[in-house]
């Protein structure tokens, strides 16, 4: 049974109270998304932010690599019942992006907006958490393409599909608007310690 739950891996006790229910341990990093992977010209790469924000901007490749830059160490936990435990993340705090923007007192959801029209949504609360990033680079070395190459949000306390890959904006919103999988069938909270992988409408 633990050999099944946990993949094999050699997990101890203390890493095992790390993974929510239903997951299994890996130590690989398997690539999951929908559609093709884009590929990106850096020189034209531009992130927008708007909305529900008083400073709506936007910021070129060379821009971002000069913002605040910070370090996560964290778990992640995928809605097919993987975990991958202790990766590392370095990229910019969400907080430096949310005070470039000033956000609104109205301003209660964010969507994602990424390359092909991928989107996900998560409520303010949870996206200003102090390991959420705008990440860049994973476990010492430069996201792959196939790892949402060159930016991917990375929202842990949520299933990873959440954490969207290629992002290329950040939305702010009064009212909750579903993302790609929400829209789905996928469950918009997406908690994995309560096991929120499907919408029960």
Not at 97 to 105: G, M, T, W
Not at 124 to 133: A, T
Not at 134 to 162: I, N
Request: aromatic share 12%.
């Amino acid at each position: 049974m633990m050999n099944r739950l946990f993949g094999g891996s050699k997990v101890s006790d203390a890493q095992k109270m790390r993974v929510p229910p239903g997951q299994y341990v890996t130590e690989k990093w398997p690539v999951l998304h929908y559609g093709s992977v884009p590929r990106t010209d850096l020189a034209t790469w531009v992130f927008k932010v708007w909305g529900e924000v008083d400073s709506p901007f936007t910021f070129s490749w060379d821009e971002f690599k000069r913002m605040p830059r910070k370090s996560v160490h964290t778990d992640i936990h995928c809605v097919t019942r993987w975990s991958r435990l202790d990766m590392d993340f370095e990229g910019v705090p969400i907080q430096h992006i949310l005070e470039l923007a000033q956000l609104r007192s109205s301003a209660r959801f964010a969507v994602a907006h990424c390359e092909q029209g991928y989107t996900a949504n998560l409520p303010l609360e949870v996206l200003d958490d102090d390991d959420v990033l705008l990440a860049d680079v994973a476990d010492g070395v430069p996201l792959t393409p196939e790892h949402g190459h060159p930016l991917r949000l990375v929202a842990p306390k949520r299933y990873f599909w959440k954490s969207a890959k290629w992002i290329r904006g950040l939305e702010f919103l009064d009212r909750d608007q579903l993302g790609f999988w929400e829209r789905y069938g996928y469950h918009n909270d997406a908690d994995p310690w309560k096991e929120e992988r499907f919408s029960d409408s």
